[in-house]
């Protein structure tokens, strides 16, 4: 059977673009078409679709508050389609945090992302949906870290812990709100896989800084992990923790379905991360993270997930459970809490 499309854009223009690209496969088909918020949330209450394609700004209610709501009344996998990054930032963000799933841009004639502007989109599409149904292809543990040339002289004297944070959908929203309630003096590297479009990873660094007294950055290859500072991963690469806190952008596994994988940067924190650091999973679809969760469980690690009242959706954090990977399982407005009082002590004794 196709996949089931509901179009949220109150642009004429803009729903003929997305109804022709999701006409022009055969494997999808356009299950509706709604013009704003409210109609989204009524169409779903009638004809649930397999993934929304929800714009942003629209009259009445715009494209944040009808993901919230269609999350809680008839939770689907929703990706925002937004004409423009800039202009929408925040929104994007406010969307991620209320239940969508990821986020694109709006295809355009002569859109140089590739040379079917719309087959873009229509592979994030299946892709999206693979997650959904749980037939992703599963994310294998990457090879050895390659090390970097003349790295010895990044060596710190003691390596301060590491915490290795997975998220998806969702998952900005929570991010910020265990970043926020982290203090200044927090003594662990904070390191971060978020799954998000590559055009939105910068913004999202920004958008986190704003909400936390941490710095906050994009890791880069050959950046070794401060206590205090968070490091988000950048798109197009996998991101792996190497020997002496060394941070490594890396290819491979080339299967993966997520670039960069939760389960990748796990399983090098599983290998190489110093005494006493922890992982933590949260929300998100799919089980990216679930395995490399119990590695670090199985290297002697501290591990947490997200409680499943607190996740936007339970995916992740839930496979972590099902495992037995995760030590703890927290709600959201406890984890920033638990993770000062578990790495203060530790750190300072």
Known sequence: MPVRVGIVNDLKLAAEVLRKVVAGDSGLEVLWIARDGHEAIAQCARALPDIVLMDLVMPNLNGV??????????????????????????????????????????????????????????RKIHALWNI??????????????????GNADLLAPRLPPVLAIGASTGGPGALATILGGLEQDFPAAVVVVQHIDAEFVAGLARWLGSSTRLPVALARHGDTVQAGKVFIAD???????????????????L???????????????????????????????GRDGAAGLLSIRQ??????????ASAVVNGMPGAAVELGAACGI????????????????????
């Open 299 to 308: 290297a002697g690690f501290q591990t947490f997930a997200q409680d499943a």
């Open 255 to 285: 299967d993966a379905l997520h670039r960069p994988s939760v389960d990748v940067l796990f399983a090098s924190v599983a290998r190489h991360a110093p005494a006493r650091s922890a992982g933590l999973l949260l929300t998100g679809m």
């Open 235 to 253: 798109a197009g690469a996998h991101l792996e923790l190497a020997p002496h806190g060394v941070l490594l952008s890396v290819a491979t596994p």
């Open 132 to 149: 959904a149904r749980g037939t992703a292809p599963p994310t294998v543990g990457a090879g050895p870290a390659t090390p970097l040339a």
């Open 65 to 122: 508050e009808a993901t919230r709501r269609i999350m809680q009344a008839t939770p689907c996998p929703i990706l925002v389609v937004t004409a423009t990054v800039s202009g929408n930032i925040d929104m994007v963000y406010d969307a991620m945090a209320a239940g969508a799933i990821d986020v694109t841009t709006t295809p355009v004639i002569g859109d140089q992302r590739a040379l079917d502007s719309g087959q873009v989109l229509r």
């Open 330 to 349: 927290i709600p959201l407005d406890q984890i920033a809490p638990h993770l000062t009082s578990f790495f203060k002590p530790l750190v300072t004794s």
